[in-house]
């Protein structure tokens, strides 16, 4: 099925392809804005909040990472692919990249927030560095902006997975880089 541009789904199509149980509460980030998401999920409907805002769709899943969408009386097709935290979707000849957080994770201290030790910052997709935000040496906060990757038309900043040092940076504005490619070591 082709939609025109009007008809592309936007944010709310996204966020019904997180892993969803009853009541999962996220953070997505789509080009460089956060927006708080719950979801509620019962067989195929499913009820998301996103900001505040109420949204109900029908989520059919085809195949694997296949998916048919309704919302509000418009029909999508979505094929969706995860590399680790981002969630790529793509609907109608437009392609989204998400940036998904469980904030639950990060206040049980499961993810990277609390890391001990030296981290490694890598890429969530291939693309290009756009922007360097930090040099080695500077002291960054967690979740501070280290680069800017642009991927799928779409800028993504890579953030610090806690406070610390920059160690090392291995990526210079220009560069194309992989997904999982390492651009930076925070300790």
Same mark, same amino acid.
Not at 93 to 121: C, N, W, Y
Not at 134 to 155: N, P, R, T, Y
């Given at each position: 099925?082709?939609? @025109? ?25 789509? $080009? ?7 979801? *509620? /999920? ?5 009820? !998301? ?7 109900? !769709?029908? =989520?059919?899943?085809?195949?694997? $990472? ?8 418009? &029909? ?12 790529? +979707?793509? &609907? $109608? ?10 904030? /639950?994770?990060? /206040? ?5 927030? &609390?890391?001990?030790?030296?981290? &490694? ?5 291939? $693309? ?22 642009? +991927?799928?038309?779409?800028? *993504?900043?890579?953030? @610090?997975?806690? @406070?610390?040092?920059?160690? !090392? ?8 880089? *992989? @997904? ?6 925070? =300790?």
């Amino acid at each position: 099925m082709r939609h @025109s541009a009007d008809d592309r789904p936007d944010e709310r199509a996204i966020a019904q392809f997180v892993p969803l149980g009853p009541c999962m509460k996220l953070e997505i980030e789509i $080009g460089g804005r956060t927006q708080r998401v719950e979801l *509620n /999920r019962d067989g195929t409907r499913v009820e !998301a909040f996103i900001d505040g805002r109420k949204v109900d !769709a029908e =989520a059919a899943d085809l195949s694997d $990472g296949a998916y048919s969408i309704l919302i509000d009386g418009r &029909s999508f097709d979505v094929r969706v692919q995860q590399h680790g935290m981002v969630i790529r +979707a793509i &609907s $109608g000849g437009h392609e989204f990249a998400a940036i998904v957080r469980d904030p /639950r994770k990060l /206040r049980r201290g499961t993810d990277a927030f &609390s890391a001990e030790g030296p981290q &490694s910052v890598t890429a969530p997709m291939p $693309g290009k560095v756009v922007r360097v935000l930090v040099k080695e040496g500077d002291h960054v906060d967690a979740d501070q902006g280290l680069l800017v990757v642009e +991927a799928m038309k779409m800028q *993504n900043e890579v953030r @610090s997975p806690k @406070s610390g040092t920059v160690q !090392a940076l291995r990526a210079a504005e220009g560069q194309a880089v *992989n @997904s999982g490619e390492v651009l930076a070591v925070v =300790a």
